[in-house]
């Protein structure tokens, strides 16, 4: 039987990192796979993550199963410490149904398994362009999908009144998946302002707001970015946020997550949590405990805390910086095309325009790895890399 099976194609952007590494080339870099990386082009493993860890690893401790939605106390930090807050009328008021996922993709597959099981009839809608795995996922949780304007190519910007124009076409009982912050791939965000005209038309059409939450902390703030998906959660308003700790925290292998479904009122919230659990309970039936300890520990001891803000921070300024880097060194380069656009984008990722050919001759030339939409990873720019790939792109483009 299994001879018979053919290969799969590799991941638009996973299949990339495979292929950088397979390359034999000493001057080879990777723009592609969205993982943060400090100016020496490594990862870095938090100094609060290390010393929380050090601390579990010293507190007594079991390895007995999580209950399926998670750790309690996990929740609670995830909504009252970093999505909402401790006041917000969702949280106070016990409105909100929630499970630890193993991390935000495990979330999104959660939410789609929630949607295909209550929802059948259910549309989802992405923006154009997501991130390419938003896809995958929701096919296979048999979500059927469809696009929404997002991005103007003639301006490098929003292109807002084609949304709206779009959600107010949806039909009510739709799902809408928005980015909560530092959209990948364009890095272009909606202004507050525009943010409660798209909940105004997503409530005002009957939709269900699914938020992905992965980038918290690495636009303008940490409670800065909350913002939008804040302006979603009002008094009796339902909606879905997946959140991702792998960037922020530095926790990608450890496979940390969230999903916190926010419901109208409270009496419902128990047969919600019902639904959220039988989904996970024939998935992986119940989460990791060990990166979900690291977050609680982490944002529930003051000292701790406040080294984690700082560390985002010290992220947040590398990328912000390095896209003005970035640019500097275009224009350096004589690079033809007004490339300023780039630092008016947040989060880790750029759309920069460059072509499927440009971006496989980048590849295949200069060993330089960029995703097929010509998304790159700012983070993965460095002082040793940047003035290289600038000339490599003047190359291509001129």
């Known amino acids: 039987m299994f001879e018979t099976i053919e290969a799969a194609p590799r991941d638009a952007i996973l299949g ?10 000493n001057e080879k870099t990777n723009l592609s796979v969205g993982v943060y990386q400090d100016e020496t082009g ?15 690893a010293e507190a007594p401790s079991v390895k007995s199963y999580l209950p399926i939605p998670g750790a309690p106390e996990y929740a609670e930090v995830v909504q009252q410490q970093l999505a909402l807050g401790a006041d917000h009328e969702a949280v106070t008021s016990g409105r909100i149904a929630s499970a630890h996922t193993p991390g935000g993709t495990g979330a999104l597959r959660v939410a789609g398994d929630f949607i295909n099981a209550n929802f059948p009839k259910a549309t989802l809608w992405m923006s154009e362009p997501t991130w390419p795995n938003h896809g995958n996922i929701f096919d296979a949780a048999r979500v059927p999908t469809k696009g929404y304007a997002y991005f103007d ?10 949304m709206l124009e779009a959600i107010q076409k949806m039909p009510a009982g739709d799902v809408i998946l928005l980015h909560g912050c530092c959209h990948n791939p364009t890095g272009i965000d909606p202004t507050l302002e525009q943010w409660k005209q798209i909940a105004d038309a997503v409530y005002g059409q009957g939709l269900l707001p699914l938020l992905d939450f992965a980038y918290q ?11 939008g998906l804040r302006e979603f959660c009002r008094p009796g308003a339902e909606l879905m946020v997946c959140s991702s700790f792998s960037k922020n925290f530095g926790l990608y292998r450890e496979r940390v997550g969230a999903l916190s479904i926010v419901c109208p009122v409270a009496d419902v919230v128990g047969a919600i949590q019902s639904q959220v659990n039988r989904v996970i309970r024939s998935n992986y039936s119940n989460p990791p405990a060990h990166g979900a300890a690291i977050v609680n520990c982490i944002l529930r001891d003051e000292s701790l805390r406040t080294t984690w803000e700082k560390e985002v921070a010290t992220m947040r300024s590398r990328i912000n910086g390095t896209r003005q880097q970035f640019v500097d060194a275009l224009a350096s380069k004589n690079v033809p095309g007004d490339y ?9 990722f750029s759309f920069t325009g460059l072509t499927k050919d440009q971006v496989e001759t980048l590849r295949e030339k200069y060993a330089i790895y960029i995703v097929g939409s010509g998304r790159i990873n700012v983070a993965g720019l460095t002082p040793a890399n940047i003035e290289r790939v600038a000339e490599a792109i003047g190359e291509v483009v001129g």
């Open 340 to 348: 300023s656009f780039i630092t008016q984008q947040r989060g880790m």
């Open 16 to 25: 990339l990192t495979a292929a950088f590494r397979e390359d034999s080339r």
């Open 42 to 56: 490594k990862t870095p493993t938090l100094e609060c993550v290390r010393a929380a860890e050090q601390r579990l």
């Open 153 to 162: 190519k003639s301006s490098n910007a929003l292109d807002f009144e084609p």
């Open 217 to 227: 902390g690495f636009a303008e703030g940490i409670e800065e970015d909350a913002a």
